[in-house]
């Protein structure tokens, strides 16, 4: 996509920063601690997180050298260059596929947490389709607006995020942890896998390079990015094992949201914490969307040019409504989001060493 | 903006048509005028050439109805084209109008009684050249168009070259039909004693007429050139005969009269620098009479040549005086206008306690000047821009050249060359007209009465736009939080100012989400209230009739009724304002049953809090999004809120002020500007402008505790 000068460089470095943080805390890191719980035994879940966010952020840094070799250039352009290009098309389509997948669960799962803990009786459509208007509208604004976005609701979301974890602190029991690395390979292998997942949001850094004024620096933000989420995600888990203990956290859905359950402010005027922590959570789950949905138009319109971003969005919107109603139970959701996970990673990959391997050959052009 | 601004020259010459057949009273009396005038001249000419100077006189005579002819062909272009650029009082396009109209058809018929057929041909050519520039202009080609659109965008006040008659009733009549023969228009006649004789007038007149008429575009020369040359060969005969002229030389009477119009000027000025100074004015005239008059008797700093009646009667209109004289195509255009102003005063909507006391007024030259006052620095510039067909207000550009930043600057200059109004009552109207979305209910470009908080902010590196009669300076571009800065932070030290900067935004906070929080938390989540607070709330709402959402609706549109009633209210009335809302209405409302106490507690202090933020359009803006939390929140309880307060931020961090985010040091995160704009950082450590505006010299001069 030939992109017009008022486009170019309308990102920084540090929004690059905050966006994989944001974009990489979303509905997953709700339920993380369980799915590491899952397949570890005590607290040794700590290692898989530790792993798997090194490996993440390892990736994260090799894809943001592979697309920062080509400043101001969009995906489809330098994967033209590196592959060629019916395979860039296709990739391209194939990421816009994912990254719509991505909007659906998130505007579904938003219905069925709120359903969950905020509204009984509200149907979850509704609460589904206003999500999707408010992330709609965020999306029809510029790409420059939607950093803006993400960097107003970073402080948000740590905030949130510390509250979580500075309010259950005091309600940790310390024996929780203890009887320390008694999981087997298997059970690492298995837990680092999943955290890899989690944290597969940094993926975006693909589409967004192009935006980037300049980018030298930003392979080392995407890595110091996914490094912070692992460290949240890290003190998230083991505040979590602390609190519940291994096999509790095994039979609950949200553990993260839960342990904001248990937590009561000093004070006394709220009972409830977790109300407010679930606008905390949509907030997060919003980004994550927006992004998400940003990055479909965006991958879609690189391959069908003359189309207009408010067009594209206009048509996709129905289409993200009605496939997000169409898993019947919660469970659904949650295969579907399995599924979704193994297909991300097993794609990004696949991508990202077709890339390398291509860009080992042909190097960089970042003279354009 | 560009649409608009296509759009103009289309009206405009519609509206030329209809005036030119609607109102055919005005051109009538025009006409007569012009008539009166015509036949003056051409009976002129037989008494000149009985004389022997007579073949001079003519040559200057035909040169000069030559030029006139060019002249007037030339106005009928440029009217045509002004009225495409439609700066121009429309009055005053209909008199023009005619006067072309009439000249046409006049100067065939007078060209042709004193046989002149050279000058035949190329009138009847101009003529054709001027239907042939006035038909295009009028189909409104492209070519037309743009000419107008481009000389538009260099000069916005366009004028018209009407140039100043030779007979000085003429011009008085002309200005006086003009005005529709007002009480207030001042005409004291004068006589003064000269030894010039006229002749040599009107050689002196004629270069500057002429090179009036060069200044203006280059098809008026194109047009007048075969006139030029055609007087010059006149011109040439009369050189022989001027030893005989000068020897002719005589004591004669010349009239002259000043003008103005009473209220607007300072009678002052005039009795005691002009007219006094005329009047004791003993030794005779020599040589030009107006320069000396300029040079030697006019005692007023601010004095001006004009050419044309267009500048006279704007003088006139501006307070100033004009003085003309007889024979004489050139008027002095003298700044005498003082009209009464109100004194320097307190800030009504900015009180604050500690800083300076004073405001702006209504008058631009004593703003600028309260500006100027406060910042002595050389590079401190007002470029003055002229806005309003009809009321051609000034408006001045305030900027620090070398802080500023230039494509900010260059970007206000331009939108408010696009302002087309009538006239602008206040600078709000300006705001609307350059802001950058109309739909967005916050304020783009702040207001602000202060010189010193414009001066504050001029030293960031903003720009600030003043009005004339507006007492609001309005300052550009502006993030989100420049709204809920006072300047009195920079007075009080640092912490009491940072606790406050929070304290407003906490109320702010307050302002907008408390009623929406009372109607979630009431209808969808008592959950979350302790279970005391909760059961005492319902025991209190008991029996009221009305659900959480009316309730609250009900007393916050009572609220609003209230603060709109107490604005428009006389002061003495305004207490029982207070008393009847405040007392009556609450008391009264919570021990009839209609809503519980708690609600009045929220009412109020949400008014309160929205009370803390120092600027008032913000605050307004704010109050209507209270009410869009209030419904949201009766829909969809916390959720309703939070989606709502996402979709605001969406929208804050697309709107855009004068090109720059209005998110502003928030959103592009500057740290830096964060220090003063969260908190308020001590003085010493605020070295830098803000960041987002990308000022050219971005460090603060700043040696520790000085007022920036």
């Known amino acids: 996509m030939n992109r017009s000068p008022d486009y170019q460089g309308i990102v920084s470095d540090r929004d690059i920063l905050i966006t994989v943080i944001t974009n990489i805390i979303g509905v997953l890191t709700l339920t993380s601690p369980r799915v590491v719980a899952e397949v570890t035994n005590s607290s040794d879940g700590w290692i898989t997180v530790l792993l798997g966010g090194i490996i993440a952020s390892l990736c994260g840094w090799f894809i943001a050298k592979i697309a920062s070799s080509f400043p101001n250039q969009s995906f489809l352009t330098y994967t033209s260059y590196l592959l060629s290009k019916p395979v860039a098309i296709v990739m391209t389509l194939i990421f816009s596929l994912q990254f719509f997948m991505t909007t659906v669960f998130y505007v579904r799962e938003l219905a069925a947490l709120s359903h969950q803990y905020l509204f009984d009786h509200t149907p979850q459509e509704i609460i589904s389709l206003t999500f999707l208007f408010v992330v709609i509208y965020a999306v029809s604004g510029s790409q420059a607006g939607i950093f803006r976005l993400n960097v107003l609701f970073f402080p948000i979301l740590v905030v949130g995020l510390f509250l979580v974890i500075f309010l259950s602190i005091g309600l940790i029991d310390w024996e929780g942890f203890l009887p320390l690395f008694q999981t087997d390979f298997e059970g690492y292998l298995k837990g680092t896998y999943f955290s890899v997942v989690n944290m597969l949001g940094f993926a975006i850094v693909f589409f967004y390079i192009g935006l980037v004024k300049n980018p030298r620096n930003t392979p080392k933000m995407t890595a110091y990015g996914v490094l912070v989420t692992m460290g949240f995600n890290l003190v998230i888990y083991l505040v979590c094992v602390g609190v519940f203990g291994n096999t509790t956290m095994r039979n609950m859905f949200f553990p993260t949201f839960d342990l904001s359950r248990t937590v009561e402010i000093p004070g006394g005027f709220f009972e409830r914490f977790d109300a407010f922590l679930f606008l905390f959570w949509t907030i997060i789950f919003f980004t994550t969307a927006t992004m998400a949905l940003d990055v479909t138009v965006m991958t879609l319109r690189m391959v069908f040019r003359n189309f207009k971003k408010i067009n594209a969005v206009i048509m996709l919107s129905p289409i993200i409504y009605f496939t997000s109603m169409v898993p019947k139970s919660y469970l659904d959701v949650v295969s579907f989001n399995r599924l979704l996970g193994h297909f991300t990673i097993i794609y990004f990959l696949l991508v990202t060493i077709l890339l390398g391997i291509a860009f080992k050959i042909k190097g960089g052009n970042s003279s354009e | ?708």
């Open chain 2, 1 to 708: 903006m560009r649409r608009f601004y296509r759009k103009v020259p289309r009206k405009n010459s519609t509206n030329k048509h209809q005036n030119s057949i609607n109102t055919q009273h005005t051109q009538n009396d025009i006409n007569g005028i012009q008539q009166e005038i015509n036949v003056q001249q051409c009976q002129c000419n037989p008494q000149f050439q009985q004389n022997q100077k007579a073949q001079h006189i003519q040559g200057t005579r035909n040169n000069l109805n030559n030029e006139n002819v060019g002249s007037q062909h030339s106005q009928d272009y440029q009217h045509t084209q002004s009225s495409i650029q439609s700066n121009q009082n429309i009055q005053f396009q209909q008199s023009i109008q005619c006067q072309c109209h009439l000249k046409n058809h006049q100067l065939q018929n007078q060209t042709q009684t004193q046989n002149h057929n050279q000058s035949q041909d190329n009138v009847q050519s101009q003529n054709q050249k001027t239907s042939q520039n006035q038909s295009p202009s009028l189909k409104q080609n492209g070519n037309a168009n743009s000419n107008a659109t481009q000389t538009n965008n260099q000069n916005v006040s366009m004028e018209i070259h009407v140039p100043i008659y030779k007979k000085m009733n003429n011009n008085i009549e002309f200005i006086r039909r003009l005005l529709g023969n007002p009480d207030d228009l001042v005409i004291r006649e004068l006589t003064l004693e000269t030894f010039n004789d006229n002749h040599e007038n009107e050689q002196g007149d004629c270069p500057s007429s002429r090179s009036g008429h060069d200044d203006g575009n280059l098809p008026i020369q194109t047009l007048s050139d075969p006139e030029n040359n055609d007087s010059k060969i006149n011109q040439l005969n009369i050189i022989d005969e001027r030893p005989l002229e000068k020897a002719k030389q005589k004591k004669q009477k010349i009239h002259c009269s000043i003008l103005y119009l009473s209220g607007l000027s300072n009678t002052n000025i005039i009795n005691d620098n002009i007219l006094k100074t005329l009047q004791r004015k003993t030794n005779e005239f020599n040589g030009d009479i107006l320069d000396q008059i300029y040079q030697e008797i006019i005692a007023v700093t601010e004095t001006k040549r004009v050419n044309t009646l267009e500048q006279v009667v704007h003088a006139l209109l501006s307070g100033r005086s004009i003085f003309l004289i007889d024979g004489k195509m050139t008027a002095l255009d003298m700044g005498t206008a003082g009209s009464e102003k109100r004194a320097l005063d307190e800030p009504q909507s900015e009180a604050l306690i500690r800083g300076p006391r004073l405001a702006f007024i209504e008058s631009i030259e004593t703003n600028l000047t309260l500006i100027r006052r406060e910042l002595k620095d050389p590079n401190l510039r007002f470029k003055m821009h002229e806005v309003g067909r009809r009321s051609k207000q000034k408006i001045a550009v305030c900027y620090v050249e070398g802080i500023v930043n230039p494509d900010i600057l260059d970007e206000v200059n331009r939108r408010l060359k696009t302002i087309d109004i009538d006239f602008a009552p206040d600078s709000g109207v300006i705001e609307q007209w350059i802001e950058d979305s109309f739909l967005s209910p916050f304020p783009q470009l702040l207001d602000t009465e202060r010189p010193d908080r414009v001066s504050y902010n001029l030293m960031q590196g903003k720009v600030a736009i003043l009005v004339d009669g507006s007492p609001f300076a309005l300052i550009a571009p502006i993030s989100f939080v420049d709204a809920f800065l006072t300047i009195e932070d920079f007075s009080q030290r640092w912490i009491i100012a940072t606790s406050m900067r929070l304290l407003r935004y906490f109320s702010m906070f307050i302002a907008l989400f408390l009623p929406g929080l009372y109607v979630a938390l009431i209808s969808f989540h008592p959950g979350m209230l302790p279970t005391q607070l909760t059961i005492s709330i319902a025991a209190t709402r008991e029996g009221g009739p009305l659900p959480a959402i009316v309730e609250v609706l009900l007393m916050a549109v009572t609220f609003e009724i209230l603060q709109e009633a107490s604005i428009r209210l006389p002061k003495v009335i305004g207490q029982t304002v207070g008393i009847v809302g405040g007392i009556v209405i609450g008391d009264v409302a919570v021990s009839a049953g209609i809503v519980g106490p708690a609600l009045v507690i929220v009412t109020s202090l949400t008014a309160m809090s929205s009370f803390t933020i120092p600027n008032y359009s913000m605050s307004i803006g704010l109050r209507i999004l209270r009410f869009i939390f209030v419904i949201a929140a009766s829909i969809f309880g916390l959720y309703g809120i939070i989606l709502v307060l996402i979709m605001i931020c969406i929208h804050i961090v697309n709107l855009k002020s004068m090109g720059t985010p209005y998110s502003g040091p928030f959103a592009p995160y500057f740290i830096d500007a964060l220090k003063n704009t969260f908190i308020r950082a001590p003085i010493m450590t605020l070295k830098k402008r803000p960041p987002y505006l990308e000022p050219i010299d971005d460090q603060k001069v700043n040696s520790g505790g000085q007022r920036q």
